[in-house]
């Protein structure tokens, strides 16, 4: 209510609320300019995130013939279990001649600009719903400590950017494998994104190949339907806001190095345009700035997240345990069984489990507990990297051959293999505790980004499928 002399004007509260809000762009949100294929073909023209099965080209060869003679985005993407191959420029250049062909044939349908609401029914039984949208790469840093909206979740190694700018750098087209995680408890933003939608026909629908599932998407791209995505980004955006101003809206789940890649690409675009004349209108138009994404939330009951476990070789496996203790402040016990071992870790946010044989050949179980409130992994890897530091090397036999061995970590996502791994000679198994997804997002921002291998977001089976794709570099 406002008084102008003897006048009262009532403001109405839902004019009020739509001019305070934040626009979409202020968050660092875009709505994307969406190609898909006309009369599109879900099975062969959808392939999983280009950073899984990099150890098995037998399944890329299998999904080369699932794909074969039909447009499909195996041909605008480099599986990375070549990426160290001798032909990489060679199939750098298909893939650049894919993309063009895919433009000037008859493969697109006309570009949508909508957002995408998606619902993934994966072979595990679960489904996570996601919504694909466009970040502007100004408001992502993926160094330590940033204060920016979107952050990296785990440390970003700088050698893997380059090879990967050699693909994107030039590239006419982009297609998504990156997640980015939101913290949104009453699930406002991707859930209230399909109720708005799920009574529209679909933009597409059918199952994925190779144990992929099955996958449906929906435009969002009328005025009420983006004003949905608003209020609810404004929502998110209230709630983690922190005292200094910062806002912590996304952090990034899955494709952490392909999105620092995307803002090394454009920081250098940038410089580029810069120096050419480019205005403040040119910078914040081009669409090198940048990137599709899927958001997905957090507390989505479909997304499980998964600890990666270790295993440390060659190490003195009683001393590792208590320095452990002495630097986590815990207490140490010995359990009877490896089935009591995997029951008491899988019962905490905070304990760790270990099995390692000891010097007459028995294996043991030993349970650590801690008071830890923040995730587990966070505060533990950091003192098994300053212990390794000082690690002397060990005296290791195998048969009459006996040598001094360096001690080794591992990283290991499958309890059992962990505890198999245990069983041998030099070898001791560490199992991490379920991740808590409620200090997910305090730890990153209080710690900063997770220690390398910290989590696993599903199956790999279950990890994004290129479908979306968006036009880049002219």
């Known amino acids: 209510m406002s008084v ?15 001019t305070i809000m934040k626009k979409i762009e202020e968050l660092g949100l875009r709505i994307p300019e969406i190609l898909l294929p006309k009369n599109i073909d879900v099975s062969t023209w959808s392939v999983i995130a280009c950073d899984q099965y990099t150890q098995d080209k037998e399944y890329w060869k299998k999904v080369e013939q699932t794909a074969s003679g039909k447009p499909s985005t195996l041909n605008l993407i480099l599986p990375e279990v070549y990426l160290n191959d001798s032909d990489k420029p060679e199939r750098i250049k298909k893939i650049r001649q894919a993309m063009k062909d895919y433009l000037a044939g008859d493969v697109f349908d006309a570009p949508k600009k909508a957002f995408v609401y998606l619902e993934r029914k994966t072979a595990f039984g679960r489904m996570r719903k996601g919504l694909v949208a466009q970040i502007d790469l100004e408001t992502y840093e993926w160094k330590p400590f940033s204060k920016a909206n979107i952050r990296a979740t785990e440390a970003t190694i700088v050698d893997r950017i380059p090879p990967r700018k050699e693909i994107r750098k030039g590239a006419q087209l982009e297609l998504p494998h990156i997640m980015l995680l939101v913290n949104d408890k009453e699930d406002v933003l991707v859930g209230g994104s399909g109720a708005a939608v799920k009574n529209k026909a679909p933009l597409y629908q059918g199952n994925l190949m190779s144990n992929g599932g099955s996958i449906t998407g929906w435009a969002l791209e ?19 806001t922190a005292a200094d101003g910062s806002t912590f809206l996304f952090a990034v789940g899955d494709g952490n190095h392909s999105l620092a890649t995307a803002k090394a690409v454009w920081d250098e675009y940038k410089a580029e345009l810069i120096a050419g004349g480019a205005t403040e209108k040119d910078l914040a138009e081009n669409p090198v700035r940048f990137a599709l994404i899927e958001i997905v939330n957090i507390y989505d009951t479909g997304l499980t997240f998964e600890p990666i476990h270790r295993v440390i070789f060659n190490i003195d496996s009683k001393a590792l345990i208590e320095n452990l203790a002495s630097k986590l402040n815990g207490t ?86 962990v505890l198999d791994l245990g069983k041998k000679a030099n070898a001791t198994g560490i199992l991490l505790p379920p991740i808590a997804k409620d200090s997910f997002f305090e730890t990153i921002n209080g710690r900063g980004p997770l220690p390398r291998k910290s ?9 994004r499928f290129y479908l979306e794709c968006r036009k880049l570099f002219n």
């Open 4 to 18: 102008f002399g003897s006048a009262v004007v009532v403001i109405p509260l839902y004019f009020y609320y739509i």
């Open 222 to 240: 009328s005025e009420s339907e983006i004003e949905t995505v608003t209020k609810a980004l404004n929502k998110i955006a209230e709630s983690n």
């Open 332 to 417: 140490v016990s010995e359990v009877a069984s490896q089935a009591e071992l995997e029951k008491a870790v899988k019962a905490s946010w905070a304990d760790f489990g270990f099995d390692y044989l000891d010097a007459e050949g028995k294996q043991k179980f030993v349970l650590l507990k801690t008071q830890i409130k923040e995730l587990a992994v966070a505060r533990l890897q950091p003192e098994i990297d300053e212990f390794l530091k000082a690690a002397p090397a060990q005296h290791v036999c195998e048969g009459d051959v006996c040598k001094m061995v360096k001690p080794e970590i591992d990283y290991i996502h499958g309890t059992e293999e």
């Open 455 to 463: 989590f696993s977001m599903g199956e790999a089976d279950e990890k």
